[in-house]
C-alpha cells in the first residue's frame, strides 16, 4: 500500500530565498521578487507563487498543476481574510483569477 503525499502549502519565509531561487532556476526564469507562498511535497518545495505578480517558479520535473492550483486557492483564502478594500486583497484575486498555461 502506498501513502499519500504530504502537502503543506505556506508562506516563505527569509530562510526560504535559496528554495525559492533553486525553483527560479530549475523552472529558467528569474528569482520571484515579492511576498511568496510555497507548496512542498513531503518537505521539498516543488513550487512557489509570487503574490505580487501571480509568476509561479515550479520545478518542471515534479507534478506541480495541481499544487499550483492549491497555491492560488491558498492566496485567494489569504487575501479575503484580510478584508474587502484591502489593496493586497485586490492585487491578490487579480492573481488568482489571472488564467496561466497548464503544467504538468
Same mark, same amino acid.
Given at each position: 500500500?502506498?501513502? /499519500? ?7 516563505? *519565509? #527569509?530562510? +526560504?530565498?535559496?528554495?525559492? =531561487?533553486? !525553483?527560479?532556476?530549475? &523552472?529558467?526564469? /528569474? ?7 510555497? *507548496? #512542498?511535497? +513531503?518537505?521539498?518545495?516543488? =513550487?512557489? !507563487?509570487?503574490?505580487? &505578480? ?11 498543476? #495541481? ?38
Amino acid at each position: 500500500m502506498q501513502a /499519500s503525499p504530504s502537502i503543506v502549502i505556506r508562506p516563505a *519565509a #527569509e530562510h +526560504d530565498e535559496h528554495t525559492l =531561487a533553486r !525553483l527560479a532556476t530549475l &523552472d529558467s526564469r /528569474s528569482e520571484l521578487t515579492g511576498p511568496a507562498l510555497l *507548496a #512542498e511535497v +513531503d518537505g521539498v518545495a516543488v =513550487a512557489a !507563487l509570487d503574490l505580487r &505578480d501571480g509568476s509561479v517558479a515550479a520545478d518542471p520535473f515534479a507534478r506541480t498543476t #495541481e499544487l499550483v492550483d492549491l497555491l492560488r486557492l491558498r492566496a485567494r483564502g489569504l487575501a479575503a481574510a484580510r478584508g474587502s478594500g484591502d489593496s493586497w486583497r485586490s492585487r491578490a484575486l487579480a492573481i488568482v483569477r489571472r488564467p496561466q498555461a497548464a503544467r504538468c
